[in-house]
């Protein structure tokens, strides 16, 4: 039951609680620097194991083991969740291994153009059509990946496996359509024999930073599954009580704090033809996001129309 019976604080209370989970991945930079001399494959290989354990105890407590029994008795759900779990490791993986090697910027770059590559693969692999002005907002974005790839001296690579394995992790997710903490759990239950053996092979030829640095240290390492969890639950909660309009914006949260900390706490180099690329991506997702708005008003006022006549 929800708190609020009046739909207005109950939107208000979805707002608060969406702009909450964004912040905390906007901040995750902070936190995976902490865990170094850690390596990135190690790292991800504790946020696998230790996310297990916290997914395994949110779903007794939430009481939703019956639905992953009857998620495990459906075979193209499962296929698709196991998809989607080696596309989120790669995620994972690309993620902190960009934070943890001065490309935060870079980072936020794979946050800000996954809503147009998943527009995109909507239109490669759905099937949908794009509007005029989408058009022009995806053509101006791959002008920015040139502008950026001519800046870096390389395509940005650690921006586009983000967006893209995130991209094809909604599209098989959404495709699933699968209850968020049985979906987290049996993705985690995937990954985590091969992090736990890769956990077990550090520990045995002495290369675990995991215990080496201090309790504190190991302490940050274990709180990784609590890390992960509690932004998805913020997520969670916020979906049922906000339109997906209002997530749509809200996920800006997230790469605007990573690119403002790249820029004001890790101190990365921004010349002005990253300005420009930057400039170029922020265009598009302004024009996608207006004509996103203003496509929508269209449509409920045909509705309000239809339904009057």
Known sequence: MRPYTSGVPDSRRGLILGASAYILWGAFPLYWTLLEPGGAVEILAHRIVWSLLTMLLILVLSGRVSQLRALLRDRRKLLLLTAAAVVISVNWGGYIWGVNNGRVVETSLGYFINPLVTVLMGVLVLGEHLRRLQWVAMGLALVAVVVLTIDYGRPPWVAL????????????????????????????????????????????????????????????????????????????????????????????????????????????????SRWIGFGLVWVALAMFTVEALNHRRRQLRLVAHASAV
């Open 161 to 272: 496996v983000l967006a893209f394995s995130f991209g094809t992790y909604g599209l098989a997710k959404k495709q699933a359509d699968v209850g968020a903490v049985e979906s987290i759990t049996f993705e985690t239950l995937v990954l985590a024999p091969v992090a736990a053996a890769y956990v077990a092979w550090l520990v045995a030829t002495g290369q675990s930073n995991f215990g080496s640095h201090g309790v504190g240290h190991a302490v940050l390492f274990t709180s990784t599954g609590i890390i992960t969890a509690i932004p998805l639950m913020l997520f969670g909660a916020a979906a049922i009580r906000v339109s997906m309009v209002s997530l749509g914006l809200l996920q800006y949260l997230a790469p605007t704090i990573q690119f403002a900390l790249g820029i004001l706490v890790f101190h990365e180099d921004m010349p002005p």
